[in-house]
């Protein structure tokens, strides 16, 4: 039976790369997005978490999204902060987004001191200098510098400023690109505030422990421990389970219409061709089983097919952008099974079809 299926796949060659091309189709979309997804909350999960410092104090309600991230915590709690027993360090940072003129999506800036946080985390200026107060300057990571636009002494957009790129740093930590803090403070007119107060602790300091005393302390605050901010990002945003599920649900039904289209014209022009193997003894069954072993060929190639081109796209991607992409093994298996069981369940009724057509008729269709 295999020789058979090969030979009905290779005899109408254009169809069969078509149909592989549409089911490789769908695997691409379905892989690219969650990967994408997956990727970037992940990285700004790691980022976030690369600051040096234990524990992060946010104003309450502001959740895991950078969406919400304003200027509303006061200042004035930092040396109630560093009055608690373990703490080290207590370094304000302001955060600002707005919707990226070009690329994708959205962009964040931080507002900090420089020389505060780079005490905390041992971020270095490796080429450039550090921005100036008051002077319109900012300073990016090196995955950024890697950009077109990201080279110092280009323009960056900050609330409608025109910002100059004086300075590359390293490590990656919290958004790619930094500002004075006083610089965003003037921006929002909230002088003595910031978005998240960085909370480094004593060598040894017990860090629940210590978390739990700034709780108590500053009730009214969120209290976050950097531990767990790549848990807290994995489900950051409520609605994006359901946009992977409406994006694998839409993929699996293009590869079950291709699939069922491609198999049913099939059907109909090897009509006297099954009518023949009917005369010759070949069972119902027989003739089911060729039309599904087709389809599974077809979709199987197409799956391969489809996960290695997503590979080859995310490289491209992420050599391109700055843009992030994770593929996780448990997705990747469930986009290569589901390919494959929309391609079995859209050739049943072809098969089903075929199996059933009187050999006589069959033998006499024109």
């Not at 946010?58 to 109630?80: F, K, N």
């Not at 100036?132 to 636009?149: L, Q, R």
């Not at 014209?265 to 060729?290: C, D, H, N, P, Y």
């Not at 992030?324 to 049943?348: N, P, R, Y």
């Amino acid at each position: 039976m295999f020789g058979f299926v090969l030979g009905q796949l290779f005899h109408r060659k254009t169809r069969s790369v078509a149909t592989i091309l549409g089911v490789a189709i769908g695997v691409v979309l379905v892989t690219l997005i969650v990967g994408l997804a997956n990727g970037q909350l992940s990285e700004r999960a790691r980022r976030e978490a690369s600051t040096g410092a234990e524990i992060l104090v946010r104003p309450a309600g502001s959740g895991m999204s950078p969406l919400q991230a304003t200027l509303s915590i006061d200042l004035s709690m930092i040396p109630g902060i560093l009055e608690v027993d373990g703490v080290a360090a207590a370094v304000p940072l302001g955060q600002h987004l707005e919707r990226s003129k070009g690329g994708f999506g959205w962009k964040s800036i931080d507002g900090v001191d420089f020389r505060e946080y780079a005490a905390m985390n041992d971020t270095k200026v490796i080429e450039g200098r550090e921005p100036v107060e008051g002077k319109n300057e900012v300073i990016v990571d090196t995955v950024f510098a890697k950009n077109p636009d990201g080279k110092i002494g280009q323009k960056v957009d900050f609330g409608g400023k025109q910002l100059t790129i004086v300075g590359v740093y390293s490590p990656e930590s919290m958004s790619r690109l930094k500002i004075p803090l006083a610089d965003m403070q003037e921006f929002y007119n909230a002088h003595g505030s910031a978005s998240i107060v960085m909370v480094k602790l004593k060598d040894g300091a017990d860090v629940d422990a210590t978390a739990k005393a700034i709780r108590d302390r500053f009730p009214e605050n969120q209290i976050i421990l950097s531990r767990d901010l790549p848990n807290f990002y994995s489900r950051a945003i409520p609605a994006l389970n359901t946009f992977l599920n409406v994006v694998v649900g839409v993929s699996v039904l293009i590869s079950t219409l291709v699939i069922l289209l491609t198999m049913y014209t099939t059907v109909i022009e090897r009509t006297r061709q099954i009518g023949v193997l009917k005369s010759l003894g070949a069972s119902r069954g027989f003739i089911a089983a060729a039309i599904e072993s087709e389809a599974l060929v077809i979709s199987s190639i197409g799956v391969a097919a489809g996960v290695g081109a997503a590979f080859v796209a995310a490289y491209a991607i992420r050599s391109a952008t700055s843009l992030q992409i994770e593929f996780d093994m448990k997705w990747l298996l469930v986009t290569c099974l589901l390919g494959i069981a929309s391609g079995l369940f859209g050739a049943i009724y072809p098969a089903l079809r075929a199996a059933r057509l009187d050999p006589v008729e069959a033998l006499s269709y024109d």
